[in-house]
């Protein structure tokens, strides 16, 4: 399947200044700045379908909606210089095409809220996740301060309100809900582990929260980590790194799941290398619930079929993890794009532990080299009940494959 892509087809500049909101009533579009949407779905069906697009350069970013073909308003979240909406259906084949039109078509619904060393996502008032800004504390007395660590995500609940994640597991209190680290590497001749911190070679620092936003398709944030060296005479940062998070509101036809992106941008700190030799775990973690704990308590599956029998050191489009909460199934799926590293990547699942991690050193060697920042994608999938395999098939394709959108001078438009 060809990759989809984002073309934005627009006309003179005198032209666009007419995209400048003038005065009139809530909503009415100025004489002369008509602008289309086009929306193909390629070779999908397409079902509450995320969509992002560029919007012409002169348009400022102000609120603006969608008018669909039979007048329905469809809400329209504008950033700098993208928007998002979100589809919510069109068969393979064809095409839709809106008006872009000044004013914003519905309230905030996808919210925002700042807590104590931490940030709470919400949709509609009900909570989805919790981004650490700063060190969570310790849950339990008898662990050391060593284990101290921000900058992930717990706990992440499906639409119910059930908590899939786990944070300073028992027996493995480095593992936090939603993180990342590397395990096994080398950095200037030394060997830190960014994982295992209680060896005390290596920790994954929170930096700096650089941007959050709230809105009426998406709310999400953005941040910085650091790589930090202890193996060194002194702390020694090897790696900065960025997350990401958007929380997405998907319609109510297809409510029955949460749907949020976590892209990781990693760069050196240095003109040093961060080489990451061969190993079997490392890269993107998830931690389920403690009480999964055990062979038959969590249940994986992939995309290829596997499950923990046999999904060890393979790789997957997409994988799942869950278990039995509050008496009910629920649990999560992590997409992979296919643009990341050695896509599909392989994942290690643990035989009795409620975790896994997507971990592209299990093809071999590689390295994080200067100037060549390294980031990879995922989407993630969070939703009550057992997985269904032919639901995640195809969002891990509209993931992979969005429709292509068209902004252009309406026919008709005065010139």
Known sequence: MPNARISVIVGLASLLAGLLLGSGPAGAQPSGAAYAVTVAAGDLDRR??????????????????LEAPDGTAV?????DTRAWFVLDRLAAGQERTYRLVAGS????????????????????????????????????????????????????RTPSGRV?????????????????????????????????????TGAVVPMALDSTWQGSVQAGLTARHRYVDHSAPEPTT???????????????????????????????????PLILPPYHYGGMGVRGRDH????????????????????????????????????ERAGLAVLSHPDNLRS??????????????????????????????YEARYRFVVFDGPPDAARLDRLWADYAYPPT???????????
């Open 48 to 65: 509450g379908t995320v969509v992002s697009f560029a919007l012409p350069s002169a348009l400022p970013a102000a609120e603006h909606h």
């Open 75 to 79: 809400p329209l979240q504008v950033g």
């Open 105 to 156: 078509a519905a309230a905030d619904s996808v919210g925002l809220a700042r807590k104590r060393r931490s940030l709470a996502l919400s949709v509609d008032g009900a909570p989805v996740l919790r981004y650490w800004t700063d060190e969570r504390p310790l849950p339990r007395p008898e662990l050391d301060s060593i284990y101290l660590r921000g900058g992930y995500l717990h706990p992440v």
């Open 164 to 200: 899939v994640t786990g944070d300073y597991a028992e027996g493995h209190p480095h593992h936090h809900g939603v993180w990342s680290a590397w395990t096994n590497t080398e950095f200037r001749g030394r060997t830190p582990d960014f994982w295992n911190m209680q060896q005390g």
């Open 238 to 272: 090897a790696l900065y790194e960025q997350w990401t998070v958007r929380v997405y509101d998907v319609p109510a036809a297809e409510g029955d799941y949460r749907l949020f992106d976590l892209t990781v941008t990693q760069t050196t700190a240095s003109e040093s």
């Open 292 to 327: 999964w704990y055990g062979a038959g308590n969590a249940h994986f599956l992939t995309s290829a079929g596997k499950d923990r029998s046999n999904g060890n050191e393979t790789r997957a489009r997409w994988t799942y993890i869950g278990g039995e909460v509050e008496g």
């Open 344 to 373: 599909p990547q392989p994942v290690r699942i643990h035989p009795e532990m409620p975790y896994f991690s997507i971990a592209p050193s299990q093809l071999g060697r590689w390295a994080i080299e200067p100037g060549r920042p």
């Open 405 to 415: 959108v068209t902004v252009s001078r309406a026919s008709g438009a005065d010139s």
